[in-house]
């Protein structure tokens, strides 16, 4: 069955500030706000991203700052920033 929520989750992704607008709808439909975060993500993500969670999960924060600033072409604060929200 497909995603109901997909086309939004899909508008949700471009926006840098997705976090903001999922938590305040978050009152309103609690369950689907919880699993369209758990949706967001984990499809058609890049494999550098997972490899970015597994970093994190292994207490390699650094390493997974270091190839996010790499593969994203951003600076410190933002990779940083980026990383410490996965």
């Not at 970093?55 to 270091?66: D, F, H, P, S």
């Amino acid at each position: 069955m497909k995603n109901p929520y997909a086309k939004v989750i899909a508008e949700l992704q471009k926006d840098q500030d997705w976090r903001t607008i999922v938590f305040s709808i978050a009152q309103f439909a609690p369950s689907a706000v919880l699993k369209a975060i758990k949706d967001i993500g984990t499809k058609d993500e890049p494999a550098w991203k997972k490899e970015c969670r597994d970093l994190v999960k292994a207490g390699e924060r650094l390493m997974a700052i270091k190839l996010w600033r790499e593969k994203e072409n951003i600076g410190l604060k933002e990779a940083k920033d980026a990383v410490e929200a996965l």
